[in-house]
């Protein structure tokens, strides 16, 4: 049987790789070099304690976002060895992957809980390598700037210098932290942002000199309404701007959380809107929702779509 190869997306529906199997890579981040997108994400496990009980972080590649390979497990969890942070049963969450061109390394930051600890840990974990594919080498896990570290994403600015956004102080307030030149450490300048606000599952991204960020409420595994904002520097002010979503459950982010705004390699201002379907029940079964990102009279808009493709944006 040939697999299915496809030319469109269909967001929330299964998503097969060119294995036939659903892709396992949620709460994940993109990344585009030298002509291929990697896809890095959570690889859960079948059954309630999948979320928990995580392999490591998994890698797809593609040219056209569309079709998928898997790559594997480029960071696994570790056997054996119970003071290991990445021992199994540790939670690795919301994997990101940024290449740094002046040491050519590719870093690789995650939300890391320890084994047993629940989410009280809040640490950010990296992991350093040579290629896209790894094999990533663990660095170590800290609290950025001595403050908790939950929900997080990277951003790499036109200037190559790269800021962590992390929901900080039990959840309550993000933190924008400036990296240093490596990208593996935060260099010591960081701000509060949306404070008192418990904004979670952070996704930024630049478009015409301005930030612009999606994130959510804190309800855990479920969905609620998106938040929207921008921002003319990265320390703030951040305007607020309400929900972007629009179309059926556009109050609950089409059911899903926001995880990433992905640039279209080429397409120089287009972005998708990346986010997950929980199914905490089995995790592994979580969909994708992949949507296109307008901007629209100095807005954010994401509008819902059954079924698209990258020619939308022909039309911009
Ligand atoms: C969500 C968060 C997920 C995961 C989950 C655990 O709010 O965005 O990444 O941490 O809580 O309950």
Same mark, same amino acid.
Not at 49 to 76: F, K, T
Not at 98 to 106: F, L, P, S, W
Not at 269 to 276: E, I, T
């Given at each position: 049987?040939?697999?299915?190869?496809?030319?469109?997306?269909?967001?929330?529906?299964? $998503?097969?790789?060119? !294995?036939?199997?659903?892709?396992?890579?949620?709460?994940?981040?993109?990344?585009?070099? *030298?002509?291929?997108?990697?896809?890095?994400?959570?690889?859960?496990?079948?059954? @309630?304690?999948?979320?928990? +009980?995580?392999?490591?972080?998994? #890698?797809?590649?593609?040219?056209?976002?569309?079709? $998928?390979?898997?790559?594997?497990?480029?960071?696994?969890?570790?056997?054996?060895?119970?003071?290991?942070?990445?021992?199994?049963?540790c939670v690795i969450e919301r994997p990101k992957v940024?290449?740094?061109?002046?040491?050519?390394? &590719?870093?690789?930051?995650?939300?890391?809980?320890?084994? /047993?600890?629940? &989410?009280?840990? %809040?640490?950010?974990?990296?992991?350093? %390598?040579?290629?896209?594919?790894?094999?990533?080498?663990?660095?170590?896990?800290?609290?950025?700037?001595?403050?908790?570290?939950?929900?997080?994403?990277?951003?790499?600015?036109? !200037? *190559?210098?790269?800021?962590?956004?992390?929901?900080?102080?039990?959840?309550?307030?993000?933190?924008?932290? *400036?990296?240093? !030149?490596? &990208?593996?450490?935060?260099?010591?300048?960081?701000?509060?942002?949306?404070?008192?606000?418990?904004?979670? +599952?952070? =996704?930024?991204?630049?478009?015409?000199?301005? &930030?612009?960020?999606?994130?959510?409420? #804190?309800?855990?595994?479920?969905?609620?309404? =998106?938040?929207? =904002?921008? +921002?003319?520097?990265?320390?703030? @002010?951040?305007?607020?701007?309400?929900?972007?979503?629009?179309?059926?459950?556009?109050?609950?982010?089409?059911?899903?959380?926001?995880?990433?705004?992905? @640039?279209?390699?080429?397409?120089?201002?287009?972005?998708?809107?990346?986010?997950?379907?929980?199914?905490?029940?089995?995790?592994?079964?979580?969909?994708?929702? $992949?949507?296109?990102?307008?901007?629209?009279? /100095?807005?954010?808009?994401?509008?819902?779509?059954?079924?698209?493709?990258?020619?939308?944006?022909?039309?911009?």
């Amino acid at each position: 049987m040939p697999t299915q190869r496809f030319s469109s997306f269909r967001p929330g529906a299964i $998503w097969p790789d060119t !294995d036939g199997v659903h892709i396992n890579a949620h709460g994940g981040g993109l990344l585009w070099d *030298q002509g291929t997108y990697y896809w890095f994400g959570e690889h859960k496990i079948a059954g @309630p304690e999948g979320n928990r +009980a995580m392999v490591g972080v998994s #890698c797809y590649s593609s040219q056209d976002l569309h079709n $998928w390979d898997n790559r594997g497990i480029v960071l696994p969890v570790v056997e054996g060895d119970e003071d290991h942070d990445l021992v199994r049963g540790c939670v690795i969450e919301r994997p990101k992957v940024v290449h740094n061109a002046r040491t050519g390394k &590719y870093v690789l930051w995650f939300h890391l809980e320890l084994r /047993g600890q629940g &989410y009280s840990a %809040a640490r950010t974990g990296v992991a350093v %390598a040579d290629n896209p594919l790894g094999p990533y080498e663990y660095q170590g896990s800290f609290r950025p700037d001595d403050h908790m570290s939950r929900d997080m994403t990277i951003l790499v600015d036109d !200037d *190559q210098i790269a800021y962590l956004l992390c929901a900080s102080e039990d959840n309550q307030t993000l933190h924008i932290s *400036q990296l240093t !030149d490596d &990208y593996q450490r935060p260099a010591g300048r960081f701000e509060r942002v949306f404070v008192g606000r418990y904004m979670e +599952a952070p =996704a930024i991204c630049k478009h015409e000199g301005r &930030y612009w960020f999606i994130g959510s409420g #804190c309800t855990g595994w479920k969905p609620n309404k =998106a938040r929207s =904002a921008v +921002a003319t520097s990265i320390w703030g @002010p951040w305007e607020e701007q309400g929900n972007p979503c629009v179309g059926p459950d556009a109050d609950l982010t089409f059911l899903a959380q926001s995880t990433y705004l992905l @640039p279209v390699h080429g397409r120089p201002g287009c972005f998708l809107f990346l986010a997950d379907r929980w199914h905490p029940e089995n995790p592994i079964d979580g969909r994708y929702v $992949w949507l296109p990102l307008e901007f629209i009279d /100095g807005h954010l808009v994401v509008r819902w779509r059954d079924e698209w493709d990258l020619s939308f944006f022909d039309q911009q």
